[in-house]
């Protein structure tokens, strides 16, 4: 359960599990939580997107209509969407903490972390990804490679805070409106790394 007057994210990182990744208390503490989340509906849902820092300083918060043609894909691209915003944001030194309600994405996420200790990227050879995840998936791990350190813990979905905001984007436009940004300290559009960045370490 959260304790009172300390930071959600932060608090729901803490609380949860981080796949293949130990989770000791004296190396969970990050810079930058980013919760994300992706809906999916035959009508479209949407993409929701919450980043805060370790103080609990609400750093964004998105909610974007998407056309994502099942779950997975929206998770995807949830996540996809929120490590870019970040980038936007954040220092490359900083210690990032992701939470999705996608056990297996969460997953990837901390095998790719480890592989970037592999020279020969085995750990992510052996990954598999949804069907049509593929360039989503590139994006993210271009993201990974760009932190100091990052880990993705696995959170229940009515415990996901981005939930509402992926699942009624329209009800919660207000919010990309809202969203302070600050000084971007780097900003890349770039959605795979260039061969030089290619076999970056990845972090923790």
Do not use: C
Request: hydrophobic share 35%.
């Amino acid at each position: 359960m959260a304790s009172m007057g300390r930071p959600r994210l932060r608090d729901l990182f803490d609380e949860s599990p981080t796949p293949h990744i130990a989770h000791p208390p004296h190396t969970h503490r990050r810079d930058y939580y980013v919760a994300t989340d992706g809906s999916f509906e035959s009508t479209g849902a949407g993409l929701g997107v919450i980043i805060e820092t370790a103080s609990g300083k609400r750093v964004a918060r998105l909610a974007i209509p998407d056309g994502a043609p099942d779950n997975n894909v929206a998770e995807y691209r949830a996540l996809h969407l929120g490590l870019d915003a970040l980038a936007a944001r954040a220092p490359e030194s900083a210690a990032v903490g992701v939470l999705v309600d996608h056990d297996d994405l969460a997953s990837n996420v901390n095998a790719a972390v480890l592989a970037g200790r592999d020279r020969e990227f085995r750990t992510v050879a052996g990954l598999s990804h949804p069907p049509g995840t593929a360039h989503h998936w590139r994006g993210i791990r271009a993201r990974i490679a760009g932190f100091e350190t990052v880990r993705a813990a696995a959170v229940a979905s009515g415990q996901n805070p981005a939930h509402p905001l992926a699942n009624a984007p329209e009800e919660y436009a207000h919010v990309n409106r809202n969203t302070a940004s600050g000084r971007p300290t780097r900003q890349s559009t770039e959605q795979v790394p260039p061969p030089s960045r290619a076999d970056r370490h990845a972090g923790d």
